[in-house]
Protein backbone atom coordinates (compact mmCIF):
# COMPACT_ATOMS: atom_id res chain seq x y z
CA UNK A 1 0.00 0.00 0.00
CA UNK A 2 2.89 2.46 0.71
CA UNK A 3 4.23 2.26 -2.64
CA UNK A 4 0.97 3.73 -4.03
CA UNK A 5 1.96 6.77 -1.76
CA UNK A 6 5.15 7.56 -2.99
CA UNK A 7 5.95 10.24 -5.38
CA UNK A 8 7.70 7.87 -8.21
CA UNK A 9 3.67 6.63 -8.58
CA UNK A 10 1.68 9.61 -8.84
CA UNK A 11 4.77 11.31 -11.34
CA UNK A 12 4.21 7.93 -13.64
CA UNK A 13 0.07 8.08 -13.31
CA UNK A 14 0.70 11.52 -14.70
CA UNK A 15 2.83 10.59 -17.60
CA UNK A 16 0.82 7.91 -18.36
CA UNK A 17 -2.79 9.99 -18.41
CA UNK A 18 -0.53 12.70 -20.46
CA UNK A 19 0.48 9.58 -22.90
CA UNK A 20 -2.91 8.45 -23.22
CA UNK A 21 -4.35 11.79 -24.13
CA UNK A 22 -1.48 12.65 -26.44
CA UNK A 23 -1.33 9.33 -28.34
CA UNK A 24 -5.33 8.10 -27.77
CA UNK A 25 -6.90 11.57 -28.61
CA UNK A 26 -7.85 9.11 -31.61
CA UNK A 27 -9.81 7.11 -29.96
CA UNK A 28 -12.82 9.20 -29.56
CA UNK A 29 -12.59 9.73 -33.46
CA UNK A 30 -12.86 6.32 -33.92
CA UNK A 31 -15.49 5.55 -31.28
CA UNK A 32 -17.67 8.11 -33.11
CA UNK A 33 -16.55 6.65 -36.90
CA UNK A 34 -17.90 3.66 -35.99
CA UNK A 35 -20.99 4.32 -34.08
CA UNK A 36 -21.69 6.75 -36.42
CA UNK A 37 -24.87 4.68 -38.21
CA UNK A 38 -25.52 3.05 -34.90
CA UNK A 39 -30.20 3.42 -34.06
CA UNK A 40 -29.77 6.68 -31.46
CA UNK A 41 -30.77 4.56 -28.35
CA UNK A 42 -28.22 2.08 -29.17
CA UNK A 43 -25.36 4.47 -29.87
CA UNK A 44 -24.65 5.18 -26.07
CA UNK A 45 -24.07 0.95 -25.68
CA UNK A 46 -21.72 1.08 -28.36
CA UNK A 47 -19.22 3.74 -27.06
CA UNK A 48 -19.66 2.41 -23.82
CA UNK A 49 -18.72 -1.45 -24.59
CA UNK A 50 -16.66 -0.37 -27.23
CA UNK A 51 -14.26 2.07 -24.62
CA UNK A 52 -14.39 -1.62 -22.12
CA UNK A 53 -13.47 -3.34 -24.80
CA UNK A 54 -10.38 -1.42 -26.44
CA UNK A 55 -9.59 -0.49 -22.57
CA UNK A 56 -9.48 -4.34 -21.67
CA UNK A 57 -7.44 -5.06 -24.76
CA UNK A 58 -4.73 -2.77 -24.29
CA UNK A 59 -4.00 -3.91 -20.61
CA UNK A 60 -3.40 -7.11 -21.68
CA UNK A 61 -1.29 -6.25 -24.19
CA UNK A 62 0.45 -3.71 -21.59
CA UNK A 63 1.15 -6.35 -19.28
CA UNK A 64 2.78 -8.58 -22.02
CA UNK A 65 5.12 -5.20 -22.97
CA UNK A 66 6.00 -4.64 -19.52
CA UNK A 67 7.06 -9.05 -19.18
CA UNK A 68 9.09 -8.66 -22.44
CA UNK A 69 10.94 -5.82 -21.73
CA UNK A 70 12.55 -7.37 -18.94
CA UNK A 71 14.09 -9.33 -22.00
CA UNK A 72 18.07 -7.93 -22.91
CA UNK A 73 18.11 -4.87 -25.76
CA UNK A 74 14.16 -4.81 -26.19
CA UNK A 75 14.13 -1.54 -23.99
CA UNK A 76 16.74 -0.23 -26.20
CA UNK A 77 14.15 -1.21 -29.21
CA UNK A 78 11.13 0.23 -27.08
CA UNK A 79 13.48 3.47 -26.73
CA UNK A 80 14.14 4.10 -30.24
CA UNK A 81 10.25 3.55 -31.27
CA UNK A 82 9.25 5.92 -28.25
CA UNK A 83 12.11 8.59 -29.84
CA UNK A 84 10.53 7.68 -33.25
CA UNK A 85 6.84 8.04 -32.23
CA UNK A 86 7.59 11.51 -30.18
CA UNK A 87 9.05 13.30 -33.34
CA UNK A 88 6.11 12.43 -35.34
CA UNK A 89 4.03 13.63 -33.20
CA UNK A 90 5.74 17.00 -33.31
CA UNK A 91 5.49 16.86 -37.08
CA UNK A 92 2.13 17.15 -38.58
CA UNK A 93 0.94 14.52 -40.50
CA UNK A 94 -1.46 15.29 -43.58
CA UNK A 95 -2.43 11.42 -44.17
CA UNK A 96 -6.13 10.71 -42.85
CA UNK A 97 -5.88 7.77 -41.30
CA UNK A 98 -9.54 7.57 -40.29
CA UNK A 99 -10.81 7.43 -43.86
CA UNK A 100 -10.71 3.48 -43.75
CA UNK A 101 -13.04 2.96 -40.53
CA UNK A 102 -16.19 1.95 -41.32
CA UNK A 103 -19.54 1.99 -39.70
CA UNK A 104 -22.01 -0.36 -38.43
CA UNK A 105 -25.45 -0.13 -37.87
CA UNK A 106 -25.45 -3.25 -35.61
CA UNK A 107 -24.45 -3.00 -32.07
CA UNK A 108 -21.66 -5.70 -31.86
CA UNK A 109 -20.28 -4.96 -35.41
CA UNK A 110 -20.02 -1.20 -34.09
CA UNK A 111 -18.17 -2.60 -30.53
CA UNK A 112 -15.74 -4.88 -32.57
CA UNK A 113 -14.68 -2.29 -35.02
CA UNK A 114 -14.02 0.01 -32.39
CA UNK A 115 -11.77 -2.51 -30.97
CA UNK A 116 -9.91 -4.08 -33.78
CA UNK A 117 -9.26 -0.27 -34.78
CA UNK A 118 -7.76 0.45 -31.45
CA UNK A 119 -5.55 -2.99 -31.20
CA UNK A 120 -4.35 -1.27 -35.01
CA UNK A 121 -3.68 2.18 -34.05
CA UNK A 122 -2.32 1.55 -30.28
CA UNK A 123 0.63 0.06 -30.89
CA UNK A 124 2.42 3.56 -29.86
CA UNK A 125 0.07 3.66 -26.72
CA UNK A 126 1.14 0.47 -25.33
CA UNK A 127 4.65 0.65 -25.52
CA UNK A 128 4.79 4.39 -24.43
CA UNK A 129 2.65 3.82 -21.05
CA UNK A 130 5.01 0.29 -20.32
CA UNK A 131 8.08 2.48 -20.67
CA UNK A 132 5.91 5.17 -18.28
CA UNK A 133 5.56 2.12 -15.46
CA UNK A 134 8.68 0.68 -15.85
CA UNK A 135 10.73 3.89 -15.29
CA UNK A 136 8.75 4.43 -12.20
CA UNK A 137 10.33 2.04 -10.49
CA UNK A 138 7.78 0.47 -9.12
CA UNK A 139 7.00 -3.15 -7.85
CA UNK A 140 2.79 -2.60 -9.31
CA UNK A 141 3.06 -1.71 -12.27
CA UNK A 142 0.22 -3.36 -13.82
CA UNK A 143 -2.49 -1.90 -11.27
CA UNK A 144 -0.42 1.68 -11.81
CA UNK A 145 -1.34 0.42 -15.85
CA UNK A 146 -4.36 0.16 -15.13
CA UNK A 147 -5.50 2.99 -12.68
CA UNK A 148 -3.90 5.51 -15.02
CA UNK A 149 -6.06 4.14 -18.21
CA UNK A 150 -9.04 4.20 -15.62
CA UNK A 151 -8.30 8.38 -15.03
CA UNK A 152 -7.57 8.91 -18.69
CA UNK A 153 -11.16 7.46 -20.25
CA UNK A 154 -13.46 10.09 -19.24
CA UNK A 155 -10.85 12.62 -20.13
CA UNK A 156 -10.60 11.25 -23.85
CA UNK A 157 -14.27 10.26 -24.24
CA UNK A 158 -15.40 13.24 -22.62
CA UNK A 159 -13.55 15.76 -22.89
CA UNK A 160 -11.40 15.22 -26.14
CA UNK A 161 -12.55 17.96 -27.80
CA UNK A 162 -11.91 20.40 -24.99
CA UNK A 163 -8.46 18.79 -25.35
CA UNK A 164 -7.87 18.75 -29.40
CA UNK A 165 -8.76 22.64 -29.23
CA UNK A 166 -6.68 23.20 -26.15
CA UNK A 167 -3.97 21.80 -28.34
CA UNK A 168 -4.61 23.82 -31.25
CA UNK A 169 -4.34 26.70 -29.49
CA UNK A 170 -1.55 25.79 -27.25
CA UNK A 171 1.14 23.62 -29.37
CA UNK A 172 3.19 23.71 -26.53
CA UNK A 173 1.16 20.92 -25.11
CA UNK A 174 2.17 19.00 -28.05
CA UNK A 175 5.41 20.04 -27.87
CA UNK A 176 6.04 18.98 -24.50
CA UNK A 177 3.92 15.72 -24.49
CA UNK A 178 6.15 14.81 -27.51
CA UNK A 179 9.32 15.81 -25.32
CA UNK A 180 8.15 13.44 -22.25
CA UNK A 181 7.98 10.40 -25.04
CA UNK A 182 11.82 11.09 -25.48
CA UNK A 183 12.44 11.62 -21.56
CA UNK A 184 10.70 8.49 -20.90
CA UNK A 185 12.93 6.38 -23.86
CA UNK A 186 16.39 8.21 -22.27
CA UNK A 187 15.36 6.65 -18.46
CA UNK A 188 14.04 3.39 -20.08
CA UNK A 189 17.14 2.40 -21.94
CA UNK A 190 19.06 3.29 -18.81
CA UNK A 191 18.00 0.11 -17.33
CA UNK A 192 17.70 -2.18 -20.38
CA UNK A 193 19.41 -5.70 -18.70
CA UNK A 194 21.99 -5.84 -21.85
CA UNK A 195 23.45 -2.47 -20.67
CA UNK A 196 22.95 -2.08 -17.18
CA UNK A 197 26.13 -3.33 -16.20
CA UNK A 198 28.13 -0.90 -18.55
CA UNK A 199 26.60 2.27 -17.23
CA UNK A 200 26.24 2.90 -13.18
CA UNK A 201 22.67 2.73 -12.17
CA UNK A 202 22.63 6.22 -10.79
CA UNK A 203 19.87 8.31 -10.74
CA UNK A 204 20.97 11.24 -12.04
CA UNK A 205 22.61 9.11 -15.26
CA UNK A 206 19.13 8.20 -15.57
CA UNK A 207 17.73 11.90 -15.58
CA UNK A 208 20.78 12.62 -17.95
CA UNK A 209 19.63 10.22 -20.71
CA UNK A 210 16.27 11.49 -19.95
CA UNK A 211 17.02 14.78 -20.91
CA UNK A 212 19.17 13.95 -23.82
CA UNK A 213 15.69 12.24 -25.05
CA UNK A 214 13.84 14.89 -24.89
CA UNK A 215 16.14 16.92 -26.26
CA UNK A 216 16.84 14.60 -28.92
CA UNK A 217 13.06 14.44 -29.78
CA UNK A 218 12.92 18.69 -29.63
CA UNK A 219 15.56 19.22 -31.78
CA UNK A 220 15.12 16.32 -34.39
CA UNK A 221 11.45 17.50 -34.67
CA UNK A 222 12.06 21.21 -35.21
CA UNK A 223 14.14 20.52 -37.88
CA UNK A 224 11.81 18.20 -40.24
CA UNK A 225 8.70 20.37 -39.61
CA UNK A 226 11.38 23.74 -40.77
CA UNK A 227 12.22 21.01 -43.87
CA UNK A 228 8.51 20.34 -43.96
CA UNK A 229 7.90 23.71 -44.05
CA UNK A 230 10.56 24.62 -47.13
CA UNK A 231 9.34 21.86 -49.11
CA UNK A 232 5.51 23.27 -49.05
Known amino acids: MEEFLTAHFWIAVGQIIMIDILLGGDNAVVIALACRQLPDNL ?106 LLVSIPIIVGGSQLVLKLMDRFPIVITVGGMLLGWIAGTMAHTDPAIKHLLPQDALIGYGLGVFGAVMVFMTGYVLKRRQSATA
Open 43 to 148: RTKGILWGTAGAIVLRVILIAFALTLLQLPYLKLVGAALLLWIGVKLLVPQEDDEHSNIAGSDKLWGAVKTVIIADLVMSVDNVIAIAGAATGAGSTHQLPLVIFG
